[in-house]
């Protein structure tokens, strides 16, 4: 007889994207394809498409803390991240519950602004997550404008990229990815600064395209649902790159703006696990 809850199970806090190709909705395609069940707390609601996002709102905290209540009598959470958290009150609420609740490792992704721009946290809400997420954090997985807003530092090469890191580990995060898709190189190479100490370089060829919308949404629910089965930082990490790779690498053709990825590229690729 299968056990009850035995199935790896993932959860996704952030906000909702109804082009469907970042936030929550790339987060749940993103875990089922990596073989989780994915959960949601849902942060905030955005108006969006490929073009930007047109309007959002952020959900009343009482509902939040229910949600995570209501999830946590029933589900058995393996491993769970964050996404877009809107402003410092709902910052400040996602932390106390997952202080509540222990859901497994932590992957923040310190979302700040959307493909096309727009704002998707507010500037007095970046202390809150220095002081009150980084803390939780198992992993964080900020691009290089995001590393530049957590750390001050200024991020334009290999040494100042390993300094940031570093910067991010002793505000609390154990595990640091820095992302270098903003860098203007020929591969995107993205720096890890392990608990351990350990480091490592993960790199894949730039592809000329504008259909990236998601991609660190896909990247770090690829971690938390690799974490969630039992791999290491490390194996997490590097799954999770190729994953996005192939996902950006063999596009679809969906809306006018910066398009989504291909989730479900990488089933045509070798073998993952």
Known sequence: ????????????????DSGGGAGIMADIKTMQERHT????????VTAQNTLGVQDFMALPTKLIDEQFASLAVDLKISACKTGMLADAEHVKIVAANLRKYNFGPLTVDPVMIAKGGAPLLAADAIDSVKQLLLPLATLVTPNLPEAQRLTGMTITNAAETKAAA??????GAKNVLIKGG???QSEVRDFALLASGDSFWVSAPRVA???????????????TAELAKGKTMA???RL???FVAAAIAETIQVGHGHGPLNHWAYRETEAWD
Do not use: W
């Open 166 to 171: 570093h910067y991010l580990q002793q505000l």
């Open 240 to 242: 999770a790159k190729k």
């Open 37 to 44: 069940f994915a959960a949601a707390v849902v942060v905030a």
């Open 1 to 16: 007889m299968t056990e009850i809850n035995a199935f790896p199970q993932t959860l996704t806090i952030a906000g909702t």
């Open 182 to 184: 903003h860098a203007d």
């Open 235 to 237: 194996q997490a990490i």
């Open 209 to 223: 395209t504008k259909r990236t919308h998601g991609t660190g949404d896909t990247l770090s629910s690829c971690i």
